[in-house]
């Protein structure tokens, strides 16, 4: 059987996830993509084909050309409509493509779930090169969020603490985006946190998620996650009809809310599987071959009733981040150890010796450091003790 995955950079959820699940599966497997030497540098024994993935067109003449097809699918933002629609078009299995369009754009998902009486938040959209002074006629509630349509790893997601602060912003934006559209929406107030699923569109499951601190105002930097076994009912009941109304439930999702006086309310919808190292996190701590069951989907195949997944794990992801910009001078090597029963993996995400602006985004980690085990106090205490111990450092 022959996969075809949609790519842009290599990342850890690919190299790490599933490129060894599809080998498990005894997949062949052709990875299409607009940066082909990347792809091959880090993936030298897969078949890897150039190709305009932003295109769904160029997918589709790119496949029907080469060999036939028994999945398509991406784990990438930005090609899941793409992916959908070559589905659809091939009579393979895959996501609606309707669906995973609200879920990217942002703006698109605050009218759907509107429409759909399911939920309102005040918003504004503002198209590629129109004048951002038309935001302050929208009637938004101040402080508010900006950010780009179609945005991830929170880049360029700011607090606006008034309309002349929400114009100037949105002014830096376009010059470093004119291509993008933004949205103004309100502020959500609330504990952040995420719920995973998986499904096969018959059965859901929800694999648990992460409670996520973030950095403070005005950037949204993502800087730990822990990992939740099971959020309270009446939240993942709350959450699941906004995606039942988004019509998001096949595959993978990862979706970001928050929980303000017992309510839950979307931030945003990526649907895929958590990235950032948590989705190597989430397989480890509830013990299941969560990549194969991904991609298992995409080949048509049914989920289990029961994932037999472990509910006694602990878990967290912790991030070093750069608080300036410079030239990283020191920092700890890759490691792998285990601590007082707790499983340790340290990650370096940026090379010794390179120079970097400061982004206030999720550009600026520097490493990441996965813990797992059965005891929470053990997991964060041995965390605490990795972070107390090593050292970062860049000069100017």
Avoid at 51 to 77: G, L
Avoid at 169 to 191: C, D, S, T
Wanted: hydrophobic letters at 40%.
């Amino acid at each position: 059987m022959r996969m075809y995955l949609l790519a842009l950079n290599p990342t850890d959820s690919v190299t790490d996830g599933f490129l060894p699940a599809a080998a498990r599966l005894g997949l062949d497997l052709t990875i299409l993509t607009d940066r082909p030497e990347a792809h091959r540098r880090v993936s030298p024994r897969t078949e890897v084909l150039e190709c305009d993935v932003h295109d769904f067109r160029a997918v589709i003449t790119r496949m029907a050309s080469h060999h036939p097809a028994s999945a398509v699918f991406t784990n990438s933002d930005h090609l899941q409509t793409q992916a959908a629609l070559v589905a659809e078009y091939f009579g393979l299995p895959g996501k609606d493509w309707r669906a995973a369009l609200r879920a990217k754009n942002k703006a698109e998902m605050r009218r759907h779930l509107a429409a759909a009486g399911v939920d309102t938040v005040r918003s504004a959209e503002l198209a590629a090169g129109q004048d951002p002074s038309t935001l302050t006629a929208a009637g938004l509630p101040y402080p508010c969020v900006l950010k780009p349509r179609e945005g991830v790893a929170s880049e360029d997601v700011v607090l606006a603490e008034g309309p002349e602060e929400l114009v100037a912003l949105a002014k830096e934006i376009q010059a470093r985006r004119p291509q993008a559209a933004l949205v103004a929406e309100e502020f959500l107030a609330g504990e952040l946190y995420t719920l995973e699923t998986l499904g096969d569109g018959r059965v859901r499951h929800v694999l648990g998620g992460f409670h996520t601190a973030v950095s403070a105002p005005p950037a949204f930097i993502e800087e730990r996650l822990d990992f939740v076994a099971a959020h309270p009912e009446p939240v993942v009941a709350q959450v699941l009809a906004q995606l039942d109304a988004l019509g998001v439930g096949f595959g993978a999702c990862h979706t970001e809310f928050v929980v303000h006086e017992g309510r839950a309310r979307l931030i945003e919808v990526n649907y895929r599987v958590i990235g950032d190292q948590c989705d190597l996190l989430l397989a480890q701590v509830l013990g299941i071959p969560l990549f194969e069951h991904i991609l298992r989907t995409h080949l048509g195949e049914p989920l289990p009733a029961d994932l037999g997944a472990r509910r006694d794990g602990a878990g967290r992801v912790e991030y070093a981040c750069a608080d300036r910009a410079g030239t990283l001078t020191a920092a700890p090597a890759a490691s792998d150890r285990t601590v007082d029963g707790v499983r340790l993996s340290y990650r370096p995400l940026r090379a010794v010796g390179t120079e970097h602006p400061h982004y206030r985004t999720n550009r600026d980690y520097l490493g990441v450091l996965r813990a797992t085990g059965t005891d929470r106090g053990a997991v964060d205490r041995v965390s605490d003790d990795f972070f107390a111990a090593e050292r970062w450092e860049i000069s100017s």
